[in-house]
Nanobody, 119 residues
Framework: VQLQAFGGGLVQAGGSLSISCAAS????????VGWFRQAPEKEREFVAH??????VYADSVKGRFTVSISNAKNTATLQMNSLKPEDTAAYYC???????????????WGQGTLVTVSS
């Protein structure tokens, strides 16, 4: 599976932004799709993941971010609302077989897309 993330950009605090992840090579069917982020000089951290049966969010984004998958478009989307400066990071999509918040369990990765939230 090849993944490509897109849609990052600059947004003011309190604003919204949507980033997406397109899959090619095969569909997302049967995979867990995860979103992670990495801020400068920080470890990569879990944001959310979605499968056919479950959706999980990190506490830091719960209630503000929503993850979804369009099987028709073979695209996963992370809708981010009420953005805060601390949400600034490179965001990565990933696909794997396990419902896990550990980035080590994801097999396929897209390139990062940068989200910058200004105060």
């Amino acid at each position: 599976v090849q993944l490509q993330a897109f849609g990052g950009g600059l947004v003011q605090a309190g604003g919204s932004l949507s980033i997406s992840c397109a899959a090619s090579g095969r569909t997302f069917s049967g995979y867990v799709v995860g979103w992670f982020r990495q801020a400068p000089e920080k470890e990569r951290e879990f944001v959310a993941h979605i499968s056919a049966t479950d959706t999980v969010y990190a506490d830091s984004v719960k209630g503000r971010f929503t993850v979804s998958i369009s099987n028709a478009k073979n695209t996963a989307t992370l809708q981010m609302n009420s953005l805060k400066p601390e949400d600034t990071a490179a965001y990565y999509c990933a696909a794997g077989l396990y419902l896990t918040t550990s980035d080590k369990q994801y097999t396929y990765w897209g390139q990062g897309t940068l989200v910058t939230v200004s105060s």
